[in-house]
């Protein structure tokens, strides 16, 4: 599977809220302020939405209704490997 540059941010953030003790699925809305907050151009809400059904169906993220139902995410084992991977590239 080809990975996009959003789907290789969206897994690394993932990663690293969980690395930091994030241990629940993380709002799809917070997870777009995340984003946004880290890159000059804007991540649109629609793309991130297709990106993240992408990564579900390749078994990289868990999507989940929280409490008030809004859709958040967490990594499966999968996308914790794949987001090992991606940032050992990074380091190369």
């Known amino acids: 599977m080809r990975i996009s540059e959003l789907q290789r941010k969206v897994l690394l953030v993932l990663s690293e809220l969980e690395a930091r003790g994030h241990d629940t ?10 984003l946004n907050a880290a890159v000059n151009k804007d991540v649109y809400a629609t793309n991130l939405r ?3 059904h992408t990564l579900h169906r390749h078994g990289l993220v868990l999507k989940y209704r ?6 958040a995410v967490t990594l499966t084992d999968a996308g914790r490997r794949k987001a090992d991977a991606i940032r050992y590239e990074l380091l190369v």
Do not use: E
Request: proline share 5%; aromatic share 0%; net charge neutral.
């Open 50 to 52: 297709t990106s993240l």
């Open 25 to 34: 699925a993380l709002p799809v809305m917070q997870l777009l302020s995340l």
């Open 66 to 71: 929280n409490a008030s139902l809004n859709l």
